[in-house]
């Protein structure tokens, strides 16, 4: 990769990153399915406007609709608002942590799911090393008598595995002749279309105090950084570095949720976390390889 994807691969970790902020300020004040309403119909206006922008135009075929539908189900419905849940209970560093384990179900989901995405020796190492750091995390919890925050990290864990299904659903967007601004475009608009109506059904918000205006300020800058931009960054990169340089973010968005939870919101991660967070780290590298390849070259 050149110096422009290192620097838009940076970009895009911090935006990621910072979703476990903006999160964590919206859901003193807001329910998670009303926070990811907003999140994803902001972000549909924004996409639809950048479209026409653009001179493009959304398709009408129903089978693609119906791919959009599913996709935004597995990579927005049910992810966005089981995290925001679970950053009802947990910090966001921790849930930020949590989905980091997105690649190890992937690539078990893909194992099983696709005929060209086997299991290998050094990943099935990595999974291995990446689930032994949550379940010390979820033991320690869990011997502690902390029910809802073990409840919490598995919301955030499930999460995870949508991500992983929706990355192997979505494989077939290329197959169908569609883009991937457009792709984008569609799956979050099908997410408002189910989510707005339920939000308003479920929690109501308009009967709860009116949300400050940190929290406002939350939920645009999660769905216009942290999820519109953050999907342009993601595509360019995706066309311009291939999936597997992608995978390199994985490693970074902790970092900088971590260090906005602990500097700006006032959380602190305990050392368990953090061994937590190396095993995970240590099994994405495995995974990867290149980042053991890079210690062995320096050594």
């Not at 997410?191 to 339920?198: G, M, R, T």
């Amino acid at each position: 990769m050149g110096l422009t994807e290192w620097v838009l691969l940076l970009a895009l970790s911090v935006l990621w990153g910072g979703s476990f902020f903006f999160v964590g300020v919206a859901v003193a004040e807001l329910g998670p399915l009303t926070i990811v309403a907003l999140r994803v119909g902001l972000a549909a206006l924004a996409l639809h406007a950048l479209i026409l922008l653009l001179g493009q135009r959304m398709p009408r075929d129903p089978r693609l609709w119906m791919a959009f539908f599913g996709m935004g189900l597995l990579n927005n419905m049910i992810p966005f608002s089981l995290i925001a849940w679970g950053q009802g209970h947990i910090a966001s560093g921790l849930a930020s942590i949590l989905n980091a384990t997105t690649p190890f179900f992937t690539i078990v989901v893909a194992h099983f799911l696709t005929r060209d995405e086997s299991l290998t020796p050094a990943r099935l190492a990595g999974v291995a090393i990446g689930f032994a750091g949550v379940v010390y995390m979820l033991g320690a919890e869990v011997h502690e008598g902390a029910t809802s925050h073990s409840w919490a990290q598995l919301a955030v864990l499930a999460g995870a595995l949508s991500y992983a299904f929706a990355g192997v659903f979505g494989r077939r967007f290329g197959a169908l002749g569609c883009s991937p601004l457009v792709a984008a475009c569609g799956q979050v608009t099908a997410s408002a279309l189910v989510l707005l109506p339920l939000a308003l059904l479920v929690e109501r918000f308009w009967q709860q105090p009116w949300p400050g205006l940190d929290t406002w300020t939350a939920v645009f800058g999660l769905a216009l950084f942290s999820t519109t931009l953050a999907y342009l960054i993601y595509f360019r990169l995706l066309a311009s570095a291939g999936a597997t340089n992608l995978l390199l973010v994985t490693f970074l968005i902790p970092a900088s949720a971590i260090l906005l939870g602990i500097f700006v919101l006032g959380e602190r991660l305990e050392w368990r976390h953090l061994a937590g967070m190396g095993l995970i780290g240590l099994g994405l590298a495995a995974i990867d390889g290149r980042p053991l390849w890079w210690f062995r070259k320096m050594a």
